[in-house]
């Protein structure tokens, strides 16, 4: 798997799943340069159009290097499946593909609403405070990023626009309060640009023949180039732990492996090298453990076998509930103590206290 999911781990932990390292934007790419071949394709499509197409629906990311790699490619039709006009490369022909399966047209999967807690509330707050009229919007997935595009549809925020890797509900509700024209881009101007689509029957009946959402494969929505061309681009991402040199774990928890990379690296970047953009790395200063013992997120150091999604040369700005700092620009001890400022208070003089004797702090 490129990216764990809940049943990956499972799959995993019964020895029958790997996890692949991968860069997002590289996803096509990783066949033709590795020469990578598959045995069978399958994927779910919407119904065949009077062309012979079938749409990829939710899901261009990289499809279509994944049908070429296949010896064999298999469609399942499901008549739910939104139709999701493309930038490129968002359909197959009846002519690439070997078989047709009817499915029995199930509704589409439907994330689940996720709780909003009091401090994803408070983080959502500092993150939409940094968030300009005409800013160019990456949300991922979770509880926090709802927080987000809640506030951002009630805000008096105008003229947004989205390139992001992942479409979400809290786009629906940020485009239906008046907030995103998409006018102000560089480029797919009018457009939502995205390469997957998950969330609820509500954004699937937004995409539905939805001429303003175009989807397009992963190494065009998560280019360097294409993400840091737009004035103003934001990227909103979450973390498991940073340490107090800055390296951000996204994906692992010392060595049980919990997602992947995704495409956080590809617009910490971009987003950084936007005109006026800012990459956000947010997280709750602590997590309560199933014995009741509260953790510090900000660690001396990531623990041993902790895989680091972004390495601290190229963080940008980092969130909790108790604030926004900045690490770019800074020193090791300057780094430390910003950090060490957003802590939660039960940790900060222990933190403090590591710092001393890791030799970071003056």
């Not at 499972?10 to 020895?15: A, E, F, I, P, V």
């Not at 296949?70 to 499901?78: D, G, L, R, Y």
């Not at 239906?176 to 509500?202: M, P, Q, W």
């Not at 060490?340 to 030799?359: G, Q």
């Amino acid at each position: 798997s490129w990216h764990f999911t809940g049943a990956d781990r499972k799959l995993h932990d019964s020895k029958v799943c790997n996890y692949i390292p991968l860069l997002y934007h590289e996803g096509p790419g990783y066949y033709d340069k590795n020469d990578i071949t598959t045995d069978v394709m399958l994927l779910r499509t919407t119904p065949m159009d009077s062309k012979g197409f079938f749409n990829f629906g939710v899901s261009n990311s990289f499809t279509r290097a994944q049908i070429k790699a296949a010896k064999k490619v298999i469609v399942e039709v499901n008549e739910k499946m939104p139709y999701c006009y493309g930038g490129n490369e968002e359909q197959v022909h009846i002519s690439e593909i070997d078989a047709i399966v009817e499915s029995e047209h199930e509704d589409m999967f439907c994330l689940p609403e996720p709780k909003i807690s009091d401090v994803d509330q408070q983080i959502a707050e500092i993150v939409v405070s940094q968030i300009e009229n005409g800013s160019c919007l990456q949300l991922g997935i979770g509880a926090m990023p709802n927080a987000i595009g809640k506030l951002i549809a009630a805000s008096n925020l105008r003229d947004l626009g989205v390139h992001t890797e992942m479409l979400c509900d809290s786009f629906v509700d940020i485009f239906e309060a008046g907030c995103i024209s998409n006018r102000h881009k560089k480029h797919d101007v009018g457009k939502f640009v995205y390469t997957f689509a998950l969330g609820s029957k509500k954004l699937y009946d937004f995409l539905d023949h939805n001429s303003s959402c175009s989807s397009f494969p992963v190494d065009y929505t998560n280019r360097l180039d294409k993400i840091s061309a737009n004035d103003r681009a934001i990227a909103i991402n979450n973390a498991l732990e940073i340490d107090l040199f800055g390296q951000v774990s996204s994906e692992s928890s010392g060595t049980r492996h919990i997602s992947g990379t995704g495409g956080q690296l590809d617009y910490t970047y971009g987003c950084y090298h936007s005109r006026g953009g800012k990459a956000l790395i947010c997280l709750s200063s602590s997590v309560v453990e199933k014995d009741g013992t509260r953790r510090s997120r900000i660690r001396p150091f990531l623990e041993p076998g902790t895989i680091t999604t972004l390495p601290r040369v190229m963080v940008n700005y980092v969130v909790t509930e108790y604030g926004l700092i900045n690490l770019k620009g800074k020193s090791t001890w300057e780094r430390a103590n910003a950090l060490i400022s957003i802590a939660h208070p039960d940790f900060r003089e222990e933190l403090t206290e590591h710092a001393r004797r890791m030799n970071i702090q003056m």
